[in-house]
């Protein structure tokens, strides 16, 4: 059984940068792709970014694109997702999820990890 353990949340100034950190652990590990997902209160679940294991190709949701960037580093099954110019709207509870199959959702979450934007 794979587990997501993400790091790296915390309270931060509006236009300050932030990164976030996912590891796997916990089995063989060979996603197709891994990525955020994030919540803000009262607020549907949103899509951040993903990225493809092998190829290392990304994907964005529109309001974080130009902003954040995903990486990955295969060899330590970990992710990274780098968050520059933050504002207020990006608040909310980010999740590292990993994905095993292409037309499905995820199939890990990690339990999520806070960020906090003050304006």
């Known amino acids: 059984q794979v587990q997501l353990v993400e790091s790296g949340g915390g309270l931060v100034q509006a236009g300050d940068s932030l990164r976030l950190s996912c590891v796997a652990s916990g089995g063989t590990f060979y996603p197709i792709s891994m990525g955020w997902f994030r919540q803000a209160p009262g607020k549907e679940r949103e899509f951040v970014a993903s990225v493809t294991w092998g190829g290392g190709k990304t994907k964005y949701g529109n309001s974080v694109k130009g902003r954040f960037t995903i990486s990955r580093d295969n060899a330590k099954n970990t992710q990274f997702l780098q968050m520059n110019a933050l504002n207020s709207e990006d608040t909310g509870i980010y999740y590292c999820?990993?994905?095993?199959?292409?037309?499905?959702?995820?199939?890990?979450w990690g339990p999520g990890t806070q960020v906090t934007v003050s304006s």
């Open positions: 999820v990993a994905w095993t199959a292409v037309t499905a959702g995820p199939a890990s």
